[in-house]
């Protein structure tokens, strides 16, 4: 079955670094990896998401990054922004990581 | 157009009784999934339904649980006999065919209280 490790469970940044948040999957098979982003009180929301026939994905200040060997995929933000600060979930189909909380400090 | 539609948004019930939550997905959206999210937790995978297949039910916790969806399009998620715990905010997503390699949409959600 799938089994999903998120890491880490809290980062805190300042405003203008960059953050990495780490995934690890189990199913060698799995060829989708999306990152959604989750505001307190808010819904999920995708930001981005990679699938398996491209090592690396970017959107403006965002990217992931892909190992299917190792079987991890990345989450890359730089130029953090306060409003980056939220709550960031991998996923592998049904199973969600448990979660980054991620701080950026003005 | 409309994003997945979530009914109630917040339900407070006593303890013992049945609840049911609704979730109109999006049109032309076959997949459907439901999620408990306890305060300051992650995601918990409860049920998923993909077309006319079979749901997948290796989420549900207990046999107090259950779901529906008729006409593949909108789900009842049905918790009989409700328990202090299962108090959380229920949210139901929705995404295209093949939903292995979709995005999810999800709607607010609605945030169960059982007193």
């Known amino acids: 079955g799938e089994n999903v490790e998120q890491h880490p469970s809290t980062l805190s940044v300042q405003e203008g670094d960059s953050a990495v948040i780490k995934c690890t999957y189990s199913?060698?098979?799995?060829?989708?990896f999306p990152w959604y982003k989750q505001e307190l009180g808010k819904r999920p929301q995708l930001i981005i998401d990679?699938?398996?026939?491209?090592g690396e994905k970017k959107d403006q200040r965002i990217a992931v990054t892909l190992n299917k060997t190792a079987k991890h995929f990345s989450l890359h933000i730089t130029e953090t922004q306060p409003e980056d600060s939220a709550v960031y979930f991998c996923?592998?189909?049904?199973?969600f990581g448990k979660g980054t909380k991620l701080s950026v400090k003005p | 157009g409309a994003g997945v539609s979530q009914s109630p948004s917040n339900k407070v019930t006593e303890k013992g009784k049945d609840v049911e939550l609704r979730c109109d997905p999006i049109s032309g959206h076959t997949a459907l999934y439901w999620y408990r999210q306890s305060l300051g937790q992650g995601l918990e995978f409860l049920i998923y339904?993909?077309?006319?297949?079979?749901?997948?039910k290796s989420g549900l916790p207990s046999d107090r649980f259950s779901a529906e969806r008729t006409g593949g399009s909108v789900s009842t998620l049905t918790i009989q006999r409700t328990q202090q715990e299962d108090s959380a905010v229920y949210l139901c997503a929705s995404s295209l065919a093949q939903g292995r390699k979709q995005p999810q949409h999800f709607g607010d959600g609605t945030r169960l209280s059982i007193l």
């Open positions: 199913d060698s098979a799995s060829n989708y």
């Open positions: 996923a592998e189909h049904l199973i």
């Open positions: 990679i699938r398996s026939n491209v």
């Open positions: 339904f993909q077309g006319n297949s079979a749901p997948d």
